[in-house]
């Protein structure tokens, strides 16, 4: 999991957000898009935005990410995520410090900076008050 939802599960604040974020391997983003695309069309999910791979499914958003992408664009390892365990799923999420890093490198990017930043800009604050008050 990824994006504000994970993060709202960190820092224990509700942060709103307006979807839910997860990273899958590259590979469903690309070479089997078709056959990733059909299977959760099959489970009635609905694509409503091609570009940011994101379906719509009982009125919940659901986006799709390269989890390869997160050392591309912020230097997080892929092998230094978080396992999380709830009930019967299991699930990768960032830490505090890997989710910093997004944010700030985030907010430099022209799209984020337009329609984002003081989302952005507030949950930085948020992760920094958090990590100080863990020292």
Do not use: C
Not at 41 to 59: A, G, P, Q, V
């Amino acid at each position: 999991m990824y994006g504000s939802l994970g993060l709202q599960q960190l820092l224990n604040v509700n942060l709103n957000p307006e979807d839910i974020d997860i990273l899958i391997p590259e590979i469903f983003l690309k070479e089997k898009w078709n056959e990733f695309r059909t299977y959760l069309e099959s489970k009635k999910y609905i694509l409503i935005d091609l570009h940011e791979h994101t379906f719509i499914k009982n009125r919940v958003l659901f986006s799709y990410a390269s989890i390869e992408n997160l050392y591309e664009f912020a230097g997080i390892p892929v092998e230094k995520l978080n396992m999380m365990r709830n009930a019967e799923i299991s699930y990768l999420t960032l830490s505090l410090k890997q989710y910093l890093q997004i944010y700030k490198k985030s907010s430099l990017d022209g799209y984020r900076i337009n329609k984002k930043e003081k989302k952005d800009y507030e949950k930085i604050v948020l992760i920094e008050e958090k990590l100080i008050s863990k020292k």
